[in-house]
Each structure stands twice: as structure tokens, then as C-alpha cells.
């Protein structure tokens, strides 16, 4: 499989196996912590990762500056260090009070929201450094996104299935350990293989550095259009997902393995997780098309779809609600890699050298102010409608996104590179 030729090379497939670990690790975290903290605060829970999404937010925009000198393989082991040591702590605090407490929940919450955002622009630079020919480059991106699209079925399944048995703290503990091994895996690859530093220009300020990304996305036609529609799709894919949904189960007592909620929860996210993989499987051999935004935008318009039909599950018999849940996220989630990988190979091979990490600190610091913004607003929104309608309008704007992208570029051809 093309798929699978990046792993040749040694350090690219210690990468893989460390991003595979820490991603698994991170669904059993989201997944838990989205849970438990939807159950305790209702849909207040929200302001929880609004919370979350300020900090990637901030710490994008304020940290760019420094971070773009930062030895990007240092960044990388220093922040999955970070992350572990403060997943441990909670633990330690959550096994000692005998409850999930919210001080140090909030701390974990910014310190790895923080860590998140300086190691994801440090990864997309180090990624092209490690494959000996560019032509690899999206097989290499496709191969790494699929550890994230795994995740969301090995990680989620495995909360389904050890829910009844697991106290939901050890999800946590494991997230930890994934971290760590993470870690080890990219210190051998700075051992095997170090990557030179393209520093940004010399006295720079924070402003400037946020306009270098801005400019160096905007400059590309379709790259600029994802930038500037990405901020209302991840909000509105994140507080469907990780907000509506778990009320949904709650509402309506959908009872997944070990008969929880939280047990029916994993299973819905661990159904978006196969196809998601799958999608990734399929799409991610094939060499850049010279029309990326068909794929791309009818992606965002099936991702929407998907989301759309979750507004008819309670209209469906008791027992086929779980079924219907995890096969209208099992629709939705096809989209996803139909656009990230495409998007993802476009950044890295139009963007210059020095301009790749703030190019990508842009497009988190969107993903994170949208997110920000739909937590802010969806616990009022769903004090006021059922979730299932909205979720509805959630899908509705993915798919509006995905229509107007097709409309406006569908004339454009990427030049061979």
C-alpha cells in the first residue's frame, strides 16, 4: 500500500507509533472528561472546553513569537512531558479527594491546552524534514491523520468496553502513560536524525508574527477560504459532538455496553472513529488531485449530512437509537479525512519553509476561537431547543460551508508541484 511506504523509513515510523499511543490516549481523556463533566454540569459543560479552546487560542497567538525559534524536536518532547506530568498530578488529586475536583481539572485543562498548541506547528515542520522525497508527503500526512482517525475508534471502544469495570479516573492514568511513551519515541528520532530550526525574521513582534500566517495561508486561494470558514465549522462539529450528543444520551437514557451512558457515548464516537479510519485508508495512497477542493468541500458537505440525520434518532424505536446514533456519526465522519488530508499536503507544500508553523498556528488559533465561541453559545442555545434540532443546525452550516467552497473555487487547478 502507498499508505504504508512513509513507515520505511525508520524515524517517520516512530513517529507514527508515538502520535498512534498519544492519540489513543487523548480520546480515552476527551471522551472521559466530556462525560463526566456533561453529567455533573449539564450543558453548562461547555464553558469547560470554551475554556480550553481560550487557552489554544491565546497560547497560539501569544507564543508563536518564541516558539518559532524553539528547536521544533525539543518542542515536541518538552510538551509531551508537560502533558504527562500534569494528566499524573490530576490523577494524584482526583484519587486523593475521591472526586473529579474543578481546580485541578482547570489547571489540566489550560496546561494541556497550552502544550497542544505549540506541539501541532512544530509537528507539521519536523513531518517533511523526515521523508527522503516530497512525493511521499501525502501518503506521510495521511498516515499520521489516520493515527488520530484510529483513535477515535480504538480509544472510544475501549472506554465501551472496559466502562462497567474501569473507574473512569485510570482512562485518564492511561492517557498519561501514552504521553511518555510518546515522548520516547521522539527522542530516538532527535537521536537518529536532527532537524535545523528555520527561524522566522529577527525582531519580530507577536502582531507580526500572527500577520505572517495569516498572509502566507491567505495568499493561496483554497487554503484561504478553509482559514477563514474554519473557525464556524469546528465549532460547530465540536459543540455538536462533544456537548449535544452526550445530552442527547442523557435525554433520551440511551444505555450503550455495561449499560452507561457513558458506555453509548464511546460507542458513537468510536463508530465515527471506523469510518473515519476507513476514509483515511482509502483516500490516503493517492497522489494530490489538481482539483483538491472537489474533495475537499463535498467532504465538509457529507461530514454536515451525517450530522444532519442525528436529528432523527429520537424519532426512532428505543432500540434502535444507539444503532441510529453510531450510523449517522459513521456517515459524518467519511467527510473528514476527504478534506484534512488534501488541506494538510497543501500547507506544507505551498507555504514557505519559514512561514509553515505560523501558517498552522493560524489555522489552530481559527479552529480554537471557533470553539471558543459555540461553547460559548451553545449551552444558552440549548437551554432554549431540544439537541437533537440542535444538532441539526450544526450540520446545516457544515454543508452550507462545503456548498459555498465548491461554488466559489470550482475553476481553481493546483500547478504540479
Not at 183 to 195: D, E, N, S
Not at 261 to 288: E, Q
Not at 333 to 352: N, W
Given at each position: 500500500?502507498?499508505?504504508?511506504?512513509?513507515?520505511?523509513?525508520?524515524?517517520?515510523?516512530?513517529?507514527?507509533?508515538?502520535?498512534?499511543?498519544?492519540?489513543?490516549?487523548?480520546?480515552?481523556?476527551?471522551?472521559?472528561?466530556?462525560?463526566?463533566?456533561?453529567?455533573?454540569?449539564?450543558?453548562?459543560?461547555?464553558?469547560?472546553?470554551?475554556l480550553q479552546a481560550a487557552v489554544v487560542l491565546l497560547a497560539a497567538l501569544g507564543l508563536g513569537r518564541w516558539a518559532d525559534r524553539w528547536n521544533a524536536q525539543s518542542t515536541l518532547i518538552a510538551a509531551d512531558l508537560v502533558r504527562m506530568t500534569?494528566?499524573?498530578?490530576?490523577?494524584?488529586?482526583?484519587?486523593?479527594?475521591?472526586?473529579?475536583?474543578?481546580?485541578?481539572?482547570?489547571?489540566?485543562?489550560?496546561?494541556?491546552?497550552?502544550?497542544?498548541?505549540?506541539?501541532?506547528?512544530?509537528?507539521?515542520?519536523?513531518?517533511?524534514?523526515?521523508?527522503?522525497?516530497?512525493?511521499?508527503?501525502?501518503?506521510?500526512?495521511?498516515?499520521?491523520?489516520?493515527?488520530?482517525?484510529?483513535?477515535?475508534?480504538?480509544?472510544?471502544?475501549?472506554?465501551?468496553?472496559?466502562?462497567?469495570?474501569?473507574?473512569?479516573?485510570?482512562?485518564?492514568?492511561?492517557?498519561?502513560?501514552?504521553?511518555?511513551?510518546?515522548?520516547?519515541?521522539?527522542?530516538?528520532?532527535?537521536?537518529?536524525?536532527?532537524?535545523?530550526?528555520?527561524?522566522?525574521?529577527?525582531?519580530?513582534?507577536?502582531?507580526?508574527?500572527?500577520?505572517?500566517?495569516?498572509?502566507?495561508?491567505?495568499?493561496?486561494?483554497?487554503?484561504?477560504?478553509?482559514?477563514?470558514?474554519?473557525?464556524?465549522?469546528?465549532?460547530?462539529?465540536?459543540?455538536?459532538?462533544?456537548?449535544?450528543?452526550?445530552?442527547?444520551?442523557?435525554?433520551?437514557?440511551?444505555?450503550?455496553?455495561?449499560?452507561?451512558?457513558?458506555?453509548?457515548?464511546?460507542?458513537?464516537?468510536?463508530?465515527?472513529?471506523?469510518?473515519?479510519?476507513?476514509?483515511?485508508?482509502?483516500?490516503?495512497?493517492?497522489?494530490?488531485?489538481?482539483?483538491?477542493?472537489?474533495?475537499?468541500?463535498?467532504?465538509?458537505?457529507?461530514?454536515?449530512?451525517?450530522?444532519?440525520?442525528?436529528?432523527?434518532?429520537?424519532?426512532?424505536?428505543?432500540?434502535?437509537?444507539?444503532?441510529?446514533?453510531?450510523?449517522?456519526?459513521?456517515?459524518?465522519?467519511?467527510?473528514?479525512?476527504?478534506?484534512?488530508?488534501?488541506?494538510?499536503?497543501?500547507?506544507?507544500?505551498?507555504?514557505?519553509?519559514?512561514?509553515?508553523?505560523?501558517?498552522?498556528?493560524?489555522?489552530?488559533?481559527?479552529?480554537?476561537?471557533?470553539?471558543?465561541?459555540?461553547?460559548?453559545?451553545?449551552?444558552?442555545?440549548?437551554?432554549?431547543?431540544?439537541?437533537?434540532?440542535?444538532?441539526?443546525?450544526?450540520?446545516?452550516?457544515?454543508?452550507?460551508?462545503?456548498?459555498?467552497?465548491?461554488?466559489?473555487?470550482?475553476?481553481?487547478?493546483?500547478?504540479?508541484?
Amino acid at each position: 500500500m502507498r499508505l504504508l511506504r512513509p513507515l520505511r523509513t525508520r524515524e517517520v515510523a516512530l513517529l507514527w507509533a508515538g502520535l498512534s499511543l498519544s492519540a489513543i490516549g487523548d480520546q480515552l481523556y476527551a471522551v472521559t472528561l466530556s462525560w463526566v463533566a456533561v453529567t455533573v454540569f449539564g450543558p453548562a459543560a461547555g464553558y469547560l472546553t470554551a475554556l480550553q479552546a481560550a487557552v489554544v487560542l491565546l497560547a497560539a497567538l501569544g507564543l508563536g513569537r518564541w516558539a518559532d525559534r524553539w528547536n521544533a524536536q525539543s518542542t515536541l518532547i518538552a510538551a509531551d512531558l508537560v502533558r504527562m506530568t500534569v494528566l499524573l498530578a490530576l490523577v494524584a488529586a482526583w484519587l486523593a479527594l475521591g472526586r473529579l475536583a474543578a481546580l485541578p481539572l482547570i489547571v489540566a485543562v489550560v496546561v494541556l491546552a497550552a502544550a497542544q498548541a505549540v506541539f501541532q506547528p512544530a509537528l507539521q515542520f519536523v513531518l517533511p524534514s523526515l521523508l527522503p522525497d516530497r512525493a511521499l508527503l501525502p501518503a506521510a500526512n495521511a498516515l499520521l491523520d489516520a493515527t488520530d482517525r484510529s483513535a477515535r475508534l480504538l480509544g472510544p471502544g475501549l472506554i465501551a468496553i472496559l466502562a462497567g469495570a474501569l473507574p473512569p479516573v485510570h482512562f485518564v492514568s492511561l492517557d498519561a502513560v501514552s504521553f511518555l511513551l510518546s515522548a520516547g519515541a521522539l527522542v530516538l528520532i532527535r537521536r537518529q536524525r536532527r532537524v535545523e530550526q528555520v527561524r522566522p525574521p529577527s525582531g519580530e513582534t507577536t502582531r507580526q508574527a500572527i500577520g505572517r500566517g495569516v498572509r502566507a495561508m491567505t495568499a493561496h486561494p483554497l487554503l484561504g477560504y478553509v482559514l477563514r470558514t474554519n473557525a464556524m465549522n469546528n465549532g460547530a462539529w465540536y459543540a455538536a459532538y462533544f456537548l449535544a450528543i452526550p445530552l442527547l444520551i442523557e435525554r433520551f437514557s440511551i444505555r450503550g455496553p455495561g449499560g452507561t451512558g457513558l458506555g453509548a457515548f464511546g460507542l458513537v464516537i468510536a463508530a465515527y472513529g471506523s469510518t473515519n479510519l476507513l476514509s483515511t485508508l482509502t483516500l490516503g495512497g493517492r497522489p494530490m488531485p489538481v482539483q483538491p477542493q472537489r474533495l475537499m468541500f463535498c467532504g465538509s458537505m457529507i461530514t454536515g449530512l451525517g450530522t444532519a440525520l442525528i436529528m432523527l434518532v429520537p424519532a426512532l424505536p428505543a432500540e434502535w437509537r444507539l444503532p441510529g446514533l453510531a450510523g449517522a456519526a459513521g456517515i459524518a465522519a467519511i467527510g473528514g479525512p476527504m478534506k484534512d488530508i488534501p488541506f494538510a499536503v497543501l500547507r506544507q507544500m505551498r507555504l514557505p519553509a519559514r512561514d509553515l508553523a505560523a501558517g498552522v498556528r493560524a489555522y489552530i488559533a481559527t479552529t480554537s476561537a471557533g470553539t471558543l465561541v459555540a461553547l460559548l453559545v451553545a449551552p444558552i442555545l440549548l437551554h432554549a431547543m431540544a439537541a437533537s434540532t440542535f444538532i441539526l443546525g450544526c450540520g446545516a452550516i457544515m454543508m452550507a460551508s462545503g456548498a459555498t467552497g465548491l461554488v466559489r473555487h470550482h475553476g481553481h487547478v493546483e500547478a504540479a508541484s
